[in-house]
């Protein structure tokens, strides 16, 4: 197994489909009190957003058993926000663990909910909270633009699109 890093174009058809195994496994952990699920989870974050999806289980199952047998075309989207956004995933899901073997129920709960409420947003409708928090702290100048510059400028990738859209095909 080759280990890589965080690519910087992701398949976002594929993004959604690893937040709807998060969200089955947020749903039961919840439901059923399994609360050892969050650090199945956190292993997995951990190894996603630290050496890439190559890395984590949850994304080689997708990649290899569920992506092939979705229709949908490829929607490319810029890595960075997306590994940022397994970041946070890794630090509830760790912060879940640690407050479980405490013995503290009731943070578990609400960190519980907040992990089915986050891959459901972006498993379901597109939503990627943590990609938006990604957004919010570059626009504050927290992360430099050189961290993702698809992400800082937007606009320059429509450009792009609509130029290379007008251009003659080459025959």
Known sequence: MRISRFPNIVDDVTVRLIAGVVLVLGVLALAAHQWWLYAVLAADFVLRAGWGPSASPVARFVGRLVRPRVAAAPRYTAGPPK????????V???????????????????????????PA??????????CLVFAG????????????VDCANIGRRAAAR????????AR
Do not use: N
């Open 92 to 118: 509830l899901t760790l912060a879940a663990t640690g407050l479980w073997l405490a013995g503290a129920s009731v943070p578990v709960v609400v960190i519980g909910v907040v992990m089915v409420v986050f």
């Open 137 to 148: 702290l570059m626009r504050l100048g927290l992360i430099p633009e050189s961290i993702c």
């Open 162 to 169: 609509s130029t290379a859209a007008a251009e003659p095909v």
């Open 121 to 130: 947003l972006e498993a379901l409708a597109g939503i990627c909270v943590g």
């Open 83 to 90: 590994r940022f956004a397994a970041t946070i995933g890794a």
